[in-house]
């Protein structure tokens, strides 16, 4: 029988795509590809195509704020409209995925950051997605792209959320070995990992638990 051809380093495997808001105007969008998804004919390795109605050659588009190469993917889409529904696909290579739907958040609450460090042993690891899961009656999630030396921070004023609420904290990426620790959360003065229970060593993903308390 015919063999069937290799995958080329222009056309990735895409999974993991999801979408996160950011404010009521803004929305990031991340997932991860099986190989470093590079279309040689492109200046970016990641390319988000969004519209309220069909998606066309016309519709908006965004792309990824870094040079092209890497497994993680992430773009921000600013300027939409609070309250509205989005068609979008992702581009990385040249592998176009499905269409799928997200809606803006209508209005913002108070800022509130949840911050921390991506590791493996003692380095700090970059350009890991990390996605904060409040649930507060229904589940919500915001997302951040670890930066240099592991670093991120995500503001979760783009959900409902309140004191007592479950946070649930993830990192995903395809090589091994990495963990979340020295996380604080504000509306107190920063808090230690012990108290709020949010170091894990483990895998590249990680699912870490804990309960929202802003203080008084």
Known sequence: GAESSP???????VSGIAASSLSNTSMAVSW????????LSQTTNGIVRYDTGTLTTGSSTASENRTPGGDTHRVVLTGLTPGATYNYQVTSGATVSATGQFTVPLTVGTSYTLQGTVK???????????YVTVTHGTDATVSALSGSGGA?????QSIAYETGDSVKIRATMNSG??????????????QSVGDINLSAAGPAISNISATLNPGA
């Open 177 to 190: 070995g990495a963990r979340i620790e020295n996380t604080t959360i504000s509306g107190t003065s920063p």
């Open 152 to 156: 991120w921070q995500v503001d979760i």
């Open 7 to 13: 995958l080329k380093i222009d056309e990735p495997v």
């Open 32 to 39: 991860i590809t099986d190989i470093e998804a590079i279309d």
């Open 120 to 130: 493996s042993g003692s380095i700090g690891v970059a350009n890991v997605i990390v």
